[in-house]
C-alpha cells in the first residue's frame, strides 16, 4: 500500500509560513537574512524533513516556529493562530541534549508535565509510561552522565512526547550518533511518532535520513533560505530506516531530491570558496 499525504482539502494547517522573512543584526552591525520570503505548510500528522546547504537558515525556520524568534516580515501560524511567544502545544528537540544534568532520568521526563501543572502523582506514572515506550524503564534512576548517546536521545524523545505536543520541530537530533544508533533512534523515532496525531518538522543535513522519515521532503536554497522545491515521498508506511533503504524507489527519489540539493550544495562551497580566496 502507497503512504498517502495527510493533506486533507479545507483543514487547518498545522505550520503556515507565508512570506517569512527573517533579518539579524551581525556583530559588526549589518544585516544578515538567515530566510526570505519563506512559503512552508505542513498539514496536521504530517512528517516534514527540510534538507538544505550547511548555514543556509534551516534551524532559524524551526525557531519561527517555535516562537522563539519572531519573522521581520510576513507570517507565521500554528493551526491558524499567528505564534506570539512560545506554545506549549509545540515541542522542540536539539541537537545538544537539553537534559538536566543534576536530574535522574524519571526526574527529567516528569519535569515538563510538573511544569504544566500536572499533579506529580500522574507526572510521574505518564514519565514511566513513555520511560517505558523508549526502552529506558530500568534506567529511570540514572543521572544523564551514566547513559551513552543514544540514551540520552532517548530520554530526550520521553521528555518531548510526554507533553502531547501537537508539533514536534528537531534540529538534527541524531546528527552526534554513530550509524548504527542513529538508524535504530530513527526507527524507534517512527515507532514512537505512529499514532500519535503530531505534526514533525525535521530538520537534517542527511538526505537518506530525510526521505526514510518523512512524507514530504522540502530542499531549502542556499542562504538566505527560501523553499526551492517539495517532493511526495510516496513510500509505504509503517517503515524501517535499513528496509526502506532497498525499495528501488527510495534510490529514485534520492537521486531526484539530490539533484536539487546538489546545486544548493555547490553554490553554498563556491561562495565559501571565493571568501576564504
Avoid at 534506567?139 to 514536534?168: C, W
Avoid at 538526505?207 to 536554497?221: G, S
Avoid at 542556499?222 to 533503504?245: H, I, S, W
Amino acid at each position: 500500500m502507497v503512504h498517502v499525504s495527510p493533506h486533507k482539502a479545507g483543514a487547518v494547517p498545522a505550520i503556515e509560513l507565508t512570506g517569512a522573512t527573517k533579518r539579524f543584526r551581525t556583530p559588526s552591525g549589518t544585516l544578515h537574512t538567515a530566510v526570505r520570503d519563506l512559503d512552508l505548510t505542513v498539514a496536521p500528522g504530517e512528517f516534514v524533513a527540510v534538507v538544505g546547504p550547511t548555514g543556509c537558515g534551516k534551524s532559524t525556520t524551526l525557531t519561527l516556529v517555535s516562537g522563539l524568534e519572531e519573522p521581520t516580515e510576513g507570517e507565521v501560524k500554528v493551526y491558524g493562530e499567528h505564534v506570539d511567544g512560545i506554545d506549549p502545544n509545540v515541542g522542540f528537540v536539539f541537537q545538544q541534549d537539553a537534559v538536566f544534568p543534576w536530574r535522574t532520568v524519571l526526574s527529567n521526563v516528569t519535569a515538563g508535565p510538573r511544569f504544566r501543572g500536572v499533579p506529580a502523582d500522574e507526572a510521574r506514572e505518564k514519565a514511566r509510561d513513555w520511560l517505558a515506550r523508549v526502552g529506558l524503564a530500568a534506567f529511570e534512576d540514572r543521572y544523564p552522565h551514566q547513559l551513552s548517546g543514544g540514551m540520552r536521545k532517548r530520554v530526550a524523545l520521553a521528555q518531548t512526547f510526554v507533553n502531547d505536543p501537537k508539533i514536534l520541530l528537531m534540529d538534527e537530533p541524531f546528527s552526534a550518533l554513530d550509524v548504527q544508533t542513529r538508524a535504530l533512534m530513527s526507527d524507534q523515532l517512527l515507532e514512537l511518532w505512529a499514532g500519535t496525531g503530531s505534526s514533525v518538522v525535521f530538520v537534517t543535513h542527511d538526505l537518506d535520513e530525510a526521505i526514510a522519515l518523512a512524507d514530504r521532503v522540502v530542499v531549502m536554497t542556499a542562504g538566505p533560505a527560501t523553499v526551492k522545491e517539495v517532493f511526495t515521498v510516496d513510500l509505504p508506511r509503517p517503515r524501517t530506516v535499513e528496509a526502506v533503504r532497498l525499495e528501488p524507489r527510495f534510490v529514485e527519489l534520492y537521486r531526484e531530491i539530490w539533484a536539487s540539493l546538489g546545486e544548493e550544495v555547490r553554490i553554498t562551497r563556491e561562495r565559501g570558496a571565493g571568501r576564504a580566496a
